[in-house]
């Protein structure tokens, strides 16, 4: 079935570190593509997103390019804040319509001072 | 625009108790759903709704029901509650772009 897979955590950086979240996805068709951000007690807030193959979606200092022949969604920051310490999600939309979000389990960011 | 809000924001039931989470959108939107949110598992959706009248079963639905008599308004209710419900609850709205709207959730406890 469809499925998004996104690299364990926790991550703890310092300051200024680059940060690469891995995403990879399996699903039919050409699927869209995003990175949610949740920050310590609120809901989710889109962050990026991709909808064709080679495209890439930025925000905030983040970027994820579509990558259709490694079925992948790496999320990147050159250089990470304390301010982005929150959990990330990946997730998917089907083409064709449906309604449905797919989300991978969530990293873990803390960025130390 | 309030966006997504939901109430309550904490809850503890007893289990077999029932009670109904409220969700409501101010954007008209007509896409909502409802996901749990548990350690280890992401979002998984629980109910979806393309318009008013029209709700349909996502990935974890037995437990829950929904119904979606105004565009606004997507309440969950939990008729018997029971500990593996114990979660926090998100729902959403979808506006024409495919962007989705999170409310701030509600963290449930089922003792």
């Known amino acids: 079935g469809d499925s998004v897979t996104q690299m364990e955590g926790p991550v703890t950086l310092s300051e200024e570190a680059f940060l690469t979240i891995n995403c990879t996805y399996t699903?039919?068709?050409?699927?869209?593509l995003f990175w949610y951000v949740q920050y310590p007690g609120e809901g989710l807030q889109l962050l990026l997103k991709?909808?064709?193959?080679?495209d890439k979606g930025s925000n905030k200092g983040f970027e994820a390019t579509y990558r259709k022949e490694t079925t992948s969604f790496h999320l990147e920051k050159g250089s990470v804040q304390v301010s982005d310490s929150a959990v990330y999600f990946c997730?998917?939309?089907?083409?064709?319509?449906?309604?449905?979000?797919?989300f991978g389990k969530g990293t873990k960011l803390t960025v130390n001072p | 625009n309030a966006g997504v809000t939901q109430t309550p924001k904490f809850q503890v039931l007893k289990t077999g108790q029932s009670m109904t989470l409220q969700c409501a959108q101010d954007?008209?939107?007509?896409?909502m759903s409802w996901y749990r949110q548990d350690p280890g598992m992401g979002l998984r959706l629980i109910h979806y709704?393309?318009?008013?009248?029209?709700?349909d079963q996502g990935e974890v639905p037995n437990g829950y029901n929904v119904s979606r008599s105004t565009t606004e308004d997507f309440p969950l209710r939990l008729l018997s509650a029971a500990p593996s419900q114990t979660s926090v609850y998100f729902c959403a709205s979808r506006d024409s772009t495919g962007e989705q709207y999170f409310g701030p959730g509600t963290r449930l406890t089922v003792t």
């Open positions: 709704s393309v318009g008013a009248g029209i709700t």
């Open positions: 699903a039919t068709g050409y699927p869209s």
């Open positions: 997730a998917l939309r089907l083409q064709g319509g449906s309604e449905k979000l797919v």
């Open positions: 991709a909808t064709k193959a080679d």
């Open positions: 954007m008209n939107h007509e896409y």
